[in-house]
């Protein structure tokens, strides 16, 4: 007679992915390890632990506040970076346990992917990025919270999975887990970004491209994901590595620059987008000229005072970062008010 309950330890957890995994999986017990050497957990391995960390970390609340497409859109059910992050671990899970790589490894890669993302989606980005040499990237900023504004002492294997999750960053994931998250983002991100300008009525379903409805159907939502999902799986198991057949892909690149130029980049939101880096500029040139007026949290010793406005900044949702700002800049009827 089966035991109704199992006692599984991490010993047994790491035995399991041992004997069921696939060969390219990447195993916890093979971690590259911590910057800081810790005890091993008695239960979960050393992936499940950095997946938990991240779950109750500050900076993972802050992301039911950020802005996915739209800002401060009208209504419940427009996407934001908290809803969108667990899409795109639904999806990474999916994939992962299809083709047998560690689950484990790639939720929490999925789940930390977007913690560094700025107020008012990638508008904030290219309002942050004249303040650095280069691009200021969230995926970077994702690996200096977690490493260094709240400390985590994740494995290498999850920071290099968040650092490379934008199909922009060279090198690659060193891990095929990694691979899956930057597929899982895409998938997610273009099937509720279509989901929510439709709802929004910025574009009706038969504007988009007709490769996209013929490769995916008529109607965004779980067939879209799904077909996108298998077409991971069945990719990647033909062609040795993980990848999407061909034909998806290409329809998946047609629709993704549709929506930049229909949705992402259209004419209409200019003054939004305009708002929005003005808001982050003034926010930035204000802290880093009152650095005393940056909470202890982000205040890293060693860091000049721009960088530390930069981290205080880019880490507000986009509804304290415009109360911010009202508070700061907006004149005032009364001088007591």
Request: with cysteine; proline share 4%; glycine share 6%.
């Amino acid at each position: 007679m089966q035991d109704a309950f199992l006692r599984l330890t991490r010993e047994d957890r790491e035995r399991r992915e041992r004997d069921t995994l696939a060969g390219a999986a990447t195993l916890s017990s093979e971690s590259m390890g911590r910057a800081t050497n810790e005890e091993p957990d008695v239960f979960r391995t050393a992936f499940q632990r950095d997946r938990d960390r991240i779950l109750h970390s500050k900076a993972f609340r802050r992301l039911k506040h950020k802005t996915q497409v739209f800002m401060n859109p009208e209504g419940d059910h427009f996407v934001t970076r908290l809803t969108h992050t667990l899409q795109v671990t639904q999806a990474g899970r999916s994939m992962a346990a299809a083709l047998g790589l560690n689950e484990d490894l790639t939720e929490a890669i999925c789940l930390g992917h977007d913690v560094g993302h700025s107020p008012f989606g990638h508008t904030g980005e290219d309002a942050l990025t004249p303040y650095v040499d280069g691009e200021w990237l969230h995926s970077q900023q994702s690996v200096r919270i977690m490493s260094v504004l709240e400390p985590l002492n994740l494995t290498w294997e999850v920071l290099d999975g968040i650092r490379a999750h934008s199909w922009k960053i060279d090198p690659p994931p060193a891990t095929p887990e990694g691979y899956l998250c930057r597929f899982a983002d895409r998938i997610a991100y273009l099937t509720h970004d279509v989901q929510d300008a439709l709802r929004e009525g910025v574009i009706r379903i038969s504007d988009l491209p007709n490769s996209a409805v013929t490769t995916f159907g008529s109607e965004a939502g779980s067939t879209w994901i799904r077909t996108m999902i298998e077409a991971v799986v069945d990719g990647t198991i033909t062609a040795g590595h993980v990848t999407m057949h061909v034909e998806v892909l290409e329809a998946m690149h047609e629709l993704r620059d549709f929506m930049f130029e229909r949705v992402y980049l259209r004419h209409d939101t200019n003054g939004q987008r305009e708002r929005a880096v003005r808001v982050i500029s003034e926010l930035v040139d204000y802290y880093g000229h009152h650095p005393d007026a940056i909470p202890d949290t982000y205040q890293v010793d060693d860091a000049p005072a721009l960088i530390k406005a930069i981290d205080y900044v880019s880490g507000m949702t986009d509804r304290f970062a415009l109360r911010e700002y009202d508070r700061l800049f907006k004149p005032r009827l009364f001088p007591d008010d």
